[in-house]
């Protein structure tokens, strides 16, 4: 293959019915590593909003079970873009998170919000901060957005707004309006931050730190009430992700897709999972019959024991294999 290969198929795939398949293609063969990183960037960012990062402190899922809920949460929402909404692992997928979501009194402006960040983010990454080894397409950023719009309608969220340019007015709107301290938020940011860190060599964590803060713009800073990066730092960390990003253009083209099995850093479910299996069971929320679940300290909630990943009969074929 060659480099813009990828850029070919996806311009003569339609942004509207195709949405879904260009979406993947540019997470899982253009820009794996950026949309990872923007599309983390993008939650982190709710947490800046009250009523979703006080929420998720109530439940002390990213607080106590950081490195579940990260995996947790990167392999649904995989799941569903690799697989499509259609019966199989996407829909079980879909199905799991809606079912963990309406446990709880999560309000339409907020699911809007939350889904606005991942129709922004991506761009802002690639393009608006010069990121990415190129520039996402008008054509791209529509089918980004067409697919997100489905993701919606499916998580049935109302008033879904119909073109980009809407989506980036209501983030930012919303940003302005709602981000605010909350002691949930700010405990939830430093988990997340503090498990960043993990995924580097010790050595290298410190430096690490003061890169991952100088990514955090004004807005970010003043809500978590972080002392800001200085200008060396924020200098330093855009010049070498843009660095980067120039090595990047010279590189073949990723043939084989790179997904979350594929991440070192999801850890969770070394033998694998069921979609339908993994994320909590909040109360009155549906458990399956074979699953045992034990409860998470603190909180109502309840989580899936040591091993219940799989169902009993993919954990004894499992077991029989490495047997074998």
Known sequence: MKR????????????EADARRITFILGAHEFPWDMSQALGLALYRTYAVPSIGGLLGDTEEFTDRTQH????????????????????????????????????DISNEDYLYVLSTFVVMPPRWLNEWGFGWRRLSEHEIRANTNYYRDLGRHM??????????????????????????SEGGRAVSDSTLDLMLTFS????????????????????????????????????????????????????????????????????????FDPSRIGTFPKKCPVPHDLRTVEVSGSRDRVPAPGEALPPEQRAGAAQGEQV
Not at 4 to 15: G, K, N, T
């Open 201 to 272: 060599p010790s050595w290298q964590r410190p430096v690490m730190k003061k890169f991952t803060m100088a990514l955090l713009d004004d807005r970010l800073t003043e809500a978590f009430r972080y002392r800001p990066a200085s200008g060396f730092w924020k200098g330093a960390a855009k010049t070498a992700l843009r660095a980067r990003a120039k090595v990047v253009r010279f590189m073949p083209p990723r043939v084989e897709p790179f997904t979350e099995k594929d991440n070192p850093n999801i850890k969770s479910y070394p033998d694998g």
């Open 4 to 15: 813009f290969d990828w850029y070919d198929e996806i311009h003569r795939l339609d942004a």
């Open 156 to 181: 049935a969220i109302k008033d879904i707004p119909e073109t980009f340019e809407e989506f980036y007015e209501l983030f930012d709107s919303y940003e302005r309006e709602h981000f605010g301290f």
């Open 69 to 104: 809920r990260y995996d947790d949460t990167a392999l649904i929402l995989g799941q569903i873009l690799q697989h499509g909404f259609e019966p199989g692992r996407g829909r079980d997928a879909l199905r799991r998170m809606n079912q963990m979501h309406r446990s709880y």
